[in-house]
């Protein structure tokens, strides 16, 4: 029938028709009409999907007014709408929010001013104080530790005063560096006076009681600890003996041996200033000499000797003398036999045959002068009468003490000079010495002739 022709034979004869868009329709074109299964689909020859546009010009100059590196746009932007923040302070509240609402995307939040200062920190009124009193009490190391924690609190806490702080832990330092410089330089010159239990060797003075031993001449670092002279000790200060020539800051060490020999002598005459019986200085008891080493006299430390009764057994009383205390005859004898006793107490330590030439001589020669010095002193005392008879044979003895010391002076055999030292030993301080003695009523145990005191 000619209503039910064959569908193959319409398809191809209207495949060349073009699609018509039924009635009614936007007029969009109507897709291609599907391949047959015998033919494969070809694509229409202006379909290429890759092909730019025709309009495109990839070799076009830019459009007047474009920037060809401007940067895309940003996808993540924030809208421009009615969301869009304002920058008013304070922003509002976005339509169809409450207000006290969080804010629309974008906006942010506002946490409103920071709070005022809430007065000056008290830390730092402190440490500016202590600072101020740092020197004392070491202040210094407070005010030092209040402005650290000032400047912490500051930090945490709305408040004023990080320049009070500053301010203090700056003098605080500065205190800090002055005590300590103060201290290296008095350490360094041995001024301090007391550390702990134990004073400087320099810092005595005569009249100083102490516990402990020098056990060797010339210590300067050693520290002594000073003690009621009542109560048991070794040592007993009694001077002080200064360097001519050397007392200047600039000036070179002397050495050893010029500062031994300065002191020793030196403390001879101290001894009989503080001590003025020799007899009443108990045997066992030695004079030490004290002075400074290379490395203190550098250091620019005291530059003087001391000169110190030392002895053997614990003391529990002073060896000072009043002579104001003993009576006019007293006082009379014992200062016309001083130069002689200093005198004495200088003998040669070596022997003849050992000693360098002209030492004996001199010390003879000195020896004279001294008994001649007493036998008039003592023709200077008003003795009483039962006093009197003593004096003349003591200045008998002297007169022998004078003529053995003249044969020394001018004898240069070892033998003769040890013969003519034996017999003063039996002179000084003889018989006649004793007995005059005896009626002062003064000490007659005679101590060693030959202490080892220089």
Not at 122 to 144: M, P
Not at 212 to 229: A, H, L, N, P
Request: proline share 11%; aromatic share 8%; with cysteine.
């Amino acid at each position: 029938m000619s209503s039910e022709s064959d569908p193959s034979s319409s398809s191809s004869s209207d495949s060349s028709a073009a699609w018509s868009p039924p009635s009614g329709s936007d007029g969009a074109p109507a897709p291609a009409s599907a391949p047959t299964d015998s033919s494969p689909y070809v694509p229409p020859a202006d379909a290429n999907p890759y092909a730019p546009p025709a309009d495109a010009n990839p070799y076009a100059p830019p459009v007047a007014g474009a920037n060809p590196y401007a940067a895309p746009a940003d996808p993540y932007a924030p809208p421009t709408g009615p969301y869009a923040q304002t920058g008013a302070y304070p922003p509002p509240a976005a339509p169809g929010y409450p207000v006290g609402a969080p804010a629309a995307w974008g906006q942010g939040y506002w946490n409103g001013p920071p709070p005022p200062p809430q007065g000056t920190n008290g830390l730092a009124i402190t440490s500016l104080v202590l600072g101020i009193l740092g020197f004392g009490c070491f202040l210094w190391v407070l005010g030092l530790g209040f402005g650290i924690g000032a400047l912490g609190q500051i930090r945490r806490r709305p408040q004023r005063g990080k320049g009070l702080a500053v301010a203090g832990i700056v003098l605080s330092c500065l205190w800090g560096l002055l005590i300590i410089g103060m201290a290296g330089v008095f350490v360094a010159k041995g001024d301090f006076d007391d550390i702990g239990s134990t004073t400087n060797v320099f810092s005595l003075e005569p009249g100083d009681c102490v516990q402990e031993r020098t056990e060797e001449q010339g210590k300067v670092v050693q520290r002594f600890t000073v003690v009621s002279c009542s109560e048991p000790h070794h040592g007993e200060v009694f001077g002080s003996v200064p360097v001519p020539g050397y007392e200047g800051k600039g000036a070179a060490y002397p050495g050893e041996t010029v500062l031994q020999d300065t002191i020793s002598k030196g403390c001879v005459g101290r001894q009989y200033e503080y001590a003025a019986d020799y007899v009443a200085v108990p045997r066992g008891v030695d004079v030490t000499t004290l002075y400074p080493d290379r490395a203190s006299w550098r250091s620019g430390g005291k530059r003087f000797g001391l000169c110190v009764f030392e002895s053997t057994e614990a003391l529990t009383r002073t060896l000072r003398q009043d002579i104001t205390a003993a009576t006019a005859e007293q006082r009379g004898y014992l200062d016309a036999s001083t130069e002689l006793n200093q005198v004495v107490d200088q003998w040669p330590l070596d022997e003849p045959e050992d000693a360098t030439p002209g030492v004996y001589q001199d010390w003879a020669r000195r020896l004279i002068g001294a008994a001649e010095t007493e036998k008039s002193r003592l023709n200077g005392v008003p003795w009483s009468d039962g006093t009197r008879a003593k004096v003349a044979p003591l200045q008998a003895e002297l007169d022998q003490v004078i003529v053995h010391a003249e044969k020394i002076r001018k004898g240069t055999d070892p033998h003769l000079l040890a013969d003519e030292s034996m017999e003063l030993e039996d002179l000084l301080r003889g018989p006649a010495d004793t007995k005059l003695r005896d009626a002062l009523k003064l000490p007659t145990s005679a101590p060693d002739l030959r202490p080892a005191t220089v």
